[in-house]
């Protein structure tokens, strides 16, 4: 039996990382809004994720848990000071549970995970091994009969992102052929591709195919940029530290991406800039690019693919053997089923704004 969720005046969303995950659970967030037009709605997420979200046209405000300056106790008396009437679990990890458990919200709403189930009152059968994490995610609202109307990822920049970006790209030469952003880290070491295949693939990307090369970086990335420049034969273009709106407003401009699957794919999915996406322990159908129009790329001879392994047994064959003529084809694939003129190339007009909403 569903709850009675209509009158309920303060909801909380909790996501507390990583970039990805948050970026793929801002469906919730709009479809949460278009059924509670007039409700408190709140994020709960870690510092480093917090501007992924702030800023979001549907959400009022956002709980920022800091881990260097916050006990969990401090957590839960945040949250439980709030007094949420409904709280939405989307992580299911033993803390987040907790919180939820002691928020004091009458509808309490997570995961069937093992040993977290005493936090919940609407319990839902995860299927993460059998849904795209968008979906994954609304399952938790479709729980509670709310309608999924849209579902779309969605990762919210200003005016001013945009002009520090286009400050930046304002001092590169005018490409003849089209701006590609090419990601190149990655949370696990399994996830990412090699550094000389990057350096390969950029070089004949430029060489062969006339494009700009964009290498971007986070914190703590930019050596690994810099080994792949030092690797090159042509010159990419690296650009200024970036936050995460920042990030979002500089991609929103590349004409592709090209990346590993980390949070900075899903971004640029979420921003409307076609992605190839270079998989291999993590399966595409389940974590990959969302929306239409994206490919993805991964050694199909291996029988392991997906195995969502941190560190390989076996020396990284999905990675390490995936080769760069592969790569390299798959985007061209991509750019001919996207074809069109670029965003950036030379004569092209400005993108338009997109909306920071």
């Not at 979001?56 to 949420?84: E, K, N, Q």
């Not at 795209?132 to 579902?151: C, K, M, S």
């Not at 993805?296 to 392994?309: A, D, F, H, P, Q």
Request: aromatic share 8%; net charge positive; hydrophobic share 40%.
């Amino acid at each position: 039996m569903k709850p009675d969720i209509s009158s309920a005046q303060s909801i909380l969303v909790i996501k507390p990382r990583a970039a990805g995950d948050v970026v793929l659970s801002t469906p919730v967030i709009r479809n949460l809004r278009r059924a509670f037009p007039s409700s408190v709605i709140d994020f709960l997420t870690e510092r480093p994720f917090a501007d992924l979200v702030r800023g979001h046209p549907d959400v009022s405000d956002v709980l920022v848990f800091d881990r260097a300056t916050m006990s969990g106790l401090d957590l839960i008396r945040s949250v439980r000071g709030r007094r949420y009437e409904m709280v939405i679990d989307l992580f299911g990890n033993p803390r987040t549970a907790l919180v939820t458990f002691l928020s004091g919200a009458r509808v309490r709403v997570g995961y069937r995970f093992r040993g977290r189930q005493y936090a919940y009152n609407t319990r839902i059968e995860p299927r993460g091994g059998a849904v795209h994490n968008v979906q994954f995610n609304l399952d938790a609202i479709e729980a509670l009969g709310i309608p999924v109307v849209d579902r779309s990822p969605f990762v919210p920049f200003t005016d001013s992102d945009r002009e520090y970006v286009e400050e930046f790209l304002h001092g590169l030469p005018r490409p003849s052929g089209p701006l590609v952003g090419v990601n190149t880290a990655g949370g696990w070491y399994t996830k990412r591709w090699g550094v000389q295949q990057f350096a390969q693939l950029c070089d004949r990307l430029i060489a062969e195919h006339g494009c700009s090369i964009l290498l971007t970086w986070g914190p703590g990335e930019r050596t690994h940029v810099e080994s792949i420049r030092g690797a090159m034969r042509e010159a990419p273009n690296i650009p200024p530290p970036t936050s995460f709106p920042q990030l979002a407003a500089l991609l929103s401009r590349c004409d592709f991406i090209i990346s590993n699957d980390t949070g900075p794919m899903h971004i640029a999915a979420a921003v409307g800039t076609p992605v190839l996406g270079i998989y291999g322990p993590t399966n595409p159908a389940l974590q990959g690019p969302y929306g239409e129009g994206h490919l993805t790329i991964r050694n199909e001879s291996l029988t392991c693919l997906g195995c969502n392994l941190t560190s390989c047994p076996i020396g990284h064959p999905c990675m390490r053997e995936l080769a760069v003529p592969e790569v390299l084809a798959a985007f061209l694939n991509l750019r001919e089923a996207r074809g069109g003129p670029s965003r950036s190339g030379q004569g092209a007009p400005p993108a338009a704004p997109r909306p920071s909403r």
